[in-house]
């Protein structure tokens, strides 16, 4: 990949395609779990958004080369798909009972142990957002910090839940049809990338919507990096039609949690899309969060996948998270002025403003309560 004065020098190649994916066997089934760094480092485990996996939910951001830069640098990254999710699944058996979001956080942990991992940092989006919170609310000591993408944290609200049941029985009287992907795409990206009738959607809709086996260039930030759209590279297929029906089955069911964000005992940064379907869900959460451990940053004109859609948005404020652990971002001459002044600097929910994050062109805005 050339380079310019804007970017920074990574091996795209080395970070998507390096990594080592293990098939993790649980008392609930079987999850993938692909593995990518070092594994003395500390440890970032992500989980997708319904239908989607790691490479469709998290790609824009690690190909985000400062991002990548930041996060490679300081974690060893285990992307846990939910079961049936992963790339290559195979359609789960109906006699497998649908899991619970209890089973499935109970599953994240049974993970840990296999790879002996004890406390770990967590990165969700929406259902899997709900997924690690839930972990998190129920094996406090193993979760040291969370980054929560446009998080689900109540029970279903009769719009969501009806929603979600006509979407349900699309999927499972017709497959992944036009209608369904529709859905889906409305769940995860703004308006203005989807397109209309005077706009070309954008090319992170068009990956979404096609399976597709070649390398195309993409922009983050107005930095030049490949977003691999590799065959098996989403989910909006037809081959794993009952596996997305099953955790779309589950999350319909989920539970409230607001009772047990107070007693959280790690940091929580939240970023929401404000046309995310979800931006009241995250309203919520934020408003019951111990206000000390806890920010909310709100993306402009973007929806719920913020990874894929402005990826670039969370850079600083995840910057300033980590330094509250010491973690910061490697010097680098080609890298940006944006980087943190120094690694001991400690952080507090104040220096999340815009402002003081030195927020100038960036649509995002912060909240404090």
Known sequence: MGESSSSVSIDVERIWFGGKEHIVQTSYGSVSVAVFGDGEKPALVTYPDVALNY???????????????????????????????????????SDVPVPSVDDLADQVAEVLNFFGLKAVMCMGVTAGAYILTLFASKYRDRVIGLILVSPLCKTPSWTQWLYTKVMSNLLYFYGMCGLAKEFLLQRYFSKEVRGSTQFLESDIVQACR???????LSFSFHIPAIRGKLNDGN???????VNVWRFLETMNGRHDLTKDLKNLQCRTLIFVGDSSPFHSDALHMISKLDSRYSVLVEVQECGSVVTEEQPHAMLIPMEYFFMG???????NPNSSPRSPLSPSCCISPEMLSPESMGVKLKPIRTRIL
């Open 235 to 241: 989910l909006l297929d037809e081959r794993r039609v």
């Open 210 to 216: 096609s399976v597709s086996d070649s390398m195309t």
């Open 325 to 331: 652990y010491g973690l910061y971002r490697p010097c």
């Open 55 to 93: 490479m469709s939910c998290f790609q824009g951001l690690f190909f985000c080369p400062e991002a990548a830069s930041l996060l490679l640098h300081n974690f060893c990254i285990y992307h846990i798909s939910p079961p049936g999710h992963e790339l290559g699944a195979v359609p789960i058996s």
